[in-house]
Every structure is written in structure tokens, then in C-alpha cells.
T-cell receptor, first 114, second 112 residues
Framework: ETGVTQTPRHLVMGMTNKKSLKCEQHLGHNAMYWYKQSAKKPLELMFVYNFKEQTENNSVPSRFSPECPNSSHLFLHLHTLQPEDSALYLC?????????????FGSGTRLTVV | GQQLNQSPQSMFIQEGEDVSMNCTSSSIFNTWLWYKQDPGEGPVLLIALYKAGELTSNGRLTAQFGITRKDSFLNISASIPSDVGIYFCAGRNTGTASKLTFGTGTRLQVTL
């Protein structure tokens, strides 16, 4: 399998649930990212990981907890979310954070919080 | 912070027509990228621009890096139904190498 794979594709969760989003890349990239895409808003960067180390947290609420066990895998742990957190969550990877090339995105997880 | 404004926000065009969209910034970027997002998918990179004034083509797509470094343009010639989707511009500075700033997107719909 190649590219950036995100699971699940769709997720419905209650506000008291705990769930996790998974991202896996088979491109040999060193940097991975979480983005949030809400309707009628620009893509919002959430977290950046470079060689498994978190290098950026874009003022994301603590109910979102990222984990990067290695350069190929990235998780986003979710707990006590709010309905306004419903969005498409996109994972991306790149060769490195210093590269000028673009990111490769996954297909996203469509999250609905009820 | 930096903002990227794309226009138009949405457009309906007939198959075969040419399309133009643009992206403007309140500050300078050193790299401009154009992405397309199909329904239910993540964005896919179309064209990357690295130099002011640069004009780059990818099939029916042509993009230009504005000479002021504060804008970029994307043109699609002879549109076809599969051009439907949302087109995003993205800018990057060497000073913020880890971060792409994305535009608000242009939604393109093609009528037969």
C-alpha cells in the first residue's frame, strides 16, 4: 500500500466517548501533520511532528491528543469532544519540515460529534 | 497572521470553457502551491511554484507566481467534468518552513 492512509473514513461519536484517528504513510517521509477542515473555513493546522517529535501545536484544545510512535504512524486521540469539533480531519506527510515540496494528504476522517 | 484570500469562492462553468482563479496574500511567500480536493478525498498537489514570475504548466493547468510574491493564479483550459472540486492555494515562507498557509478555496462546478 502506498501514500497516506487514514482510518476510519467516517466516525460518529458522543461527547463522552473516547476514540482515536489513525494515519499511516508509506512514503518514507519524516514529517507528519494533522489538519482540521471545517465547512467554509481554510484548512487549519493542528499539529506537526518531525522525526517523531512534536514541533508545533497550533493552540489546539487538550481534548485532542496526538501521538507519533514512529515516522510512519500518527494518531489523534479524542475525548470529551464538542459538536463544533465535527469536521474532516486530514493527515499529511512530507519529506521534512524544511522542504519546499508540498504535502501528501490522506483521504481524511469525517468526524461527527453528537 | 497571514491570510490567503481566494477568488472566486465558487463558480459554475460550462464544459469546454477556460477557468481562472487567483489567490492573494497580505504578506510575501517564497513558495506557492495549488491543490485540488475531490469530494470525499484529501487535497492533491497540482502545481508548485518556487520563483517570482514563474509560470508552470501541468497538462491543461497553468499557474503563475506573481512578481510581487503576494499572489498566484491558476488557469484551467477546456474544462471537463472531472475538474469539479475545490481548488486551494497554499503559501509558504522559509521562515515558517513547517507550515503551509492555505487559502479558503474555490469550488468549481462544471455543467455539461
Amino acid at each position: 500500500e502506498t501514500g497516506v492512509t487514514q482510518t476510519p473514513r467516517h466516525l460518529v461519536m458522543g461527547m463522552t466517548n473516547k476514540k482515536s484517528l489513525k494515519c499511516e504513510q508509506h512514503l518514507g517521509h519524516n514529517a507528519m501533520y494533522w489538519y482540521k477542515q471545517s465547512a467554509k473555513k481554510p484548512l487549519e493546522l493542528m499539529f506537526v511532528y518531525n522525526f517523531k517529535e512534536q514541533t508545533e501545536n497550533n493552540s489546539v484544545p487538550s481534548r485532542f491528543s496526538p501521538e507519533c510512535p514512529n515516522s510512519s504512524h500518527l494518531f489523534l486521540h479524542l475525548h470529551t469532544l464538542q459538536p463544533e469539533d465535527s469536521a474532516l480531519y486530514l493527515c499529511a506527510s512530507s519529506q521534512g519540515t524544511g522542504q519546499v515540496s508540498g504535502y501528501t494528504f490522506g483521504s481524511g476522517t469525517r468526524l461527527t460529534v453528537v | 497572521g497571514q491570510q490567503l484570500n481566494q477568488s472566486p469562492q465558487s463558480m459554475f462553468i460550462q464544459e469546454g470553457e477556460d477557468v481562472s482563479m487567483n489567490c492573494t496574500s497580505s504578506s510575501i511567500f517564497n513558495t506557492w502551491l495549488w491543490y485540488k480536493q475531490d469530494p470525499g478525498e484529501g487535497p492533491v498537489l497540482l502545481i508548485a511554484l518556487y520563483k517570482a514570475g514563474e509560470l508552470t504548466s501541468n497538462g491543461r493547468l497553468t499557474a503563475q507566481f506573481g512578481i510581487t510574491r503576494k499572489d498566484s493564479f491558476l488557469n484551467i483550459s477546456a474544462s471537463i467534468p472531472s475538474d469539479v472540486g475545490i481548488y486551494f492555494c497554499a503559501g509558504r515562507n522559509t521562515g515558517t518552513a513547517s507550515k503551509l498557509t492555505f487559502g479558503t478555496g474555490t469550488r468549481l462546478q462544471v455543467t455539461l
